[in-house]
């Protein structure tokens, strides 16, 4: 960089001395000086000082074609175009047969945008220096950034006869046929790059891509097989025929090239992963126990050779659910998030899990951290307050499901599922007002969601407020569904609540005959009823019955001792 300059500098320096007679030496002097310290400065890449002394030339003195490109060159790294483009097209006008000025002149102008200009510019430049390759390549360029590929194209074809077959013009050719949907030239071009370079796998593999991208599969297949007989370890090669037998829909044939690929040495892991991902794509479309068993071991053979990629943790986890085995698939997508963390599909699959499994430990830990790596996914919130909930946490909870409520305000379905059990938990830690308004709002979005209908009404009755409303939500909830005993008892106990104690022992009773078997609370209200109508005598009995059962209140034991009615006070 620094001998061209100097060389710019001794030619410039030269042609000022040339332009003044002996007697204004001094004059001449102070301008190479004056140059001198423009070129110190653009050097130095100090732009600015460098364009003012360049211009100081430019007007005091009688400058050459060279000084006004240093002039362009200094405005260029001052990101000036405009006035680079001045100076250049002056530099230019000075020396009208240079054909290095033209070509920087013709490159500001494509800077600038100024297409039109450029391309005459070139075309000046190319009828003047036919050999001049890289001319062609840089109007070429001009017009593919017009979308005019075939004028890029004949640049391309004018290049090749001036030079003969060239990999990086038919690489060139080959892409703007593919934008073009010419695919018989696209392909012409990639068999020119195999001829020109026949043991070249990248060109067999491209070629092959192509055919398969535009359903040409018999002739990738052709063209993958004849490479093979020239060498059969190409892995990636028995990837694409696999692929183009799957398409074909022969999975037999199919299977058989996955399996020459995955067990080659020299194929690298992420593309055996990928051969991981089509085989189970063919297992999915016929999942017979056989091949799901085979895409089982090769995952496990996987990941004994490379322990360390979530993916094939994530695959085995896949194949694992296909089986049944919920356990061991839960196990490994926890596993595949000791390599990646980043993947939502997996904790979402891990929540799943843990719920499906009942296993509510775990789902506190996995909801926690999945809100931990996506803390805007109400998702996952919610199931960590559904995790605590089970877990009898309803504190901790409500911490959980507030969260959730605020980012689900657009997921109306999601929505009242949380609120339902925000309701639940406010009322367990005595936010009794919180409740009653997470309750009301569920039922403002579905004012037939049956679990908020019957947890709404019996925790009214509990607290013996708004009875009124309370009836009214359970007797909608009873045409909703009559046959259900927990509903019937919440029912018979707003009527209890309300003093109403013989509509409230018709209401149970009718729903004893239905058949279904009763749990302790229902019986331990019977038994309440029937005290409070002065059956005494059978009210005992529901209550021991109550007590043999379980899910009864803490106040069973002294209701069967002392054989009388106790209020609970909540």
């Known amino acids: 960089m620094l001998s061209r300059l100097f060389i710019l500098f001794t030619l410039i320096s030269a042609s000022l001395c040339a332009q003044n007679s002996s007697t204004k030496e001094d004059r001449v002097l102070e301008g190479e000086g004056v140059f001198l310290s423009g070129m110190k400065e653009f050097i130095a890449e100090n732009y600015a000082q460098a364009a003012v002394y360049f211009e100081k030339v430019t007007q005091g003195y009688e400058p050459t074609a060279g000084v006004y490109h240093m002039l362009a060159k200094a405005k260029l790294g001052q990101k000036d175009l405009n006035a680079a483009s001045l100076a250049a097209r002056k530099s230019m006008e000075l020396e009208k047969d240079n054909s290095f000025y033209q070509t920087f002149y013709a490159e500001i102008l494509t800077a600038q945008q100024d297409y039109d200009a450029a391309i005459d510019l070139y075309k000046k430049i190319i009828k003047a220096s036919p050999m001049a390759i890289n001319n062609y390549l840089l109007l070429a360029d001009i017009y593919v950034s017009l979308e005019d590929y075939k004028q890029a194209i004949k640049l391309y074809d004018q290049v090749e006869k001036n030079i003969g077959n060239d990999e990086e013009i038919s690489r060139r050719k080959q892409m703007l046929y593919l934008r073009q949907d010419n695919v018989e030239d696209a392909i012409k071009e990639g068999n020119k790059l195999m001829e020109s370079q026949p043991l070249e796998l990248e060109y067999v593999l491209k070629q092959a891509q192509i055919m398969m991208s535009n359903q040409k599969h018999d002739k990738a297949e052709l063209l993958l097989k004849s490479f093979l007989k020239q060498d059969g370890d190409i892995g990636e090669a028995h990837v694409m025929l696999a692929e183009i037998y799957r398409v074909k829909g022969d999975l037999a044939a199919s299977t058989r090239e996955l399996m020459l690929a995955f067990e080659n040495d020299n194929l690298d892991s992420n593309i055996?992963?990928?051969?991981?991902?089509?085989?189970?794509?063919?297992?999915?479309?016929?999942?017979?126990?056989?091949?799901?068993?085979?895409?089982?071991?090769?995952?496990?053979?996987?990941?004994?050779?490379?322990?360390?990629?979530?993916?094939?943790?994530?695959?085995?986890?896949?194949?694992?659910?296909?089986?049944?085995?919920?356990?061991?698939?839960?196990?490994?997508?926890?596993?595949?998030?000791?390599?990646?963390?980043?993947?939502?599909?997996?904790?979402?699959?891990?929540?799943?899990?843990d719920t499906k499994l009942g296993e509510v430990e775990a789902l506190v830990k996995h909801a926690g951290s999945a809100a931990e790596y996506f803390p805007n996914q109400a998702f996952f919130w919610y199931h960590l307050g559904y995790g605590n909930v089970l877990k009898g946490d309803h504190q901790e909870a409500v911490y959980a499901l507030e969260e959730a409520r605020f980012l689900a305000f657009e997921n109306r379905v999601l929505l009242k599922h949380i609120l339902s059990l925000l309701g639940d938990s406010y009322m367990h830690t005595n936010q009794f007002v919180e409740a009653e308004k997470a309750y009301d709002e569920v039922l403002k979005i579905d004012p037939d969601y049956e679990a908020v209908l019957n947890n709404a009404s019996y925790f009214l009755a509990a607290r013996k407020r708004n009875l009124d409303k309370a009836l009214s939500m359970v007797q909608h909830l009873t045409t909703l569904n009559n046959r259900n005993l927990e509903y019937a008892d919440t029912h018979a106990w707003v009527l209890f609540q309300r003093g109403e104690f013989t509509q409230a022992r018709a209401v149970i009773e009718a729903a004893l005959k239905n058949g279904e078997e009763p749990n302790g609370t229902f019986l331990e209200h019977y038994g309440d009823i029937l005290f409070k109508l002065g059956d005494k005598e059978l009210a005992l009995k529901q209550w021991q019955k109550a007590k043999l059962l379980g899910e009864n209140s803490k106040l069973i034991d002294r209701k069967i001792e002392e054989q009388q009615f106790i209020e609970y006070t909540p």
């Open 272 to 353: 055996k992963l990928q051969v991981l991902g089509s085989y189970i794509k063919l297992v999915e479309e016929k999942p017979l126990t056989e091949q799901v068993d085979k895409a089982i071991d090769l995952t496990r053979a996987m990941i004994k050779s490379q322990p360390e990629q979530a993916a094939s943790y994530v695959y085995l986890a896949d194949l694992l659910m296909k089986k049944g085995d919920l356990e061991g698939a839960r196990d490994n997508y926890l596993k595949s998030t000791d390599y990646d963390k980043s993947v939502f599909e997996v904790w979402l699959a891990l929540v799943e899990l």
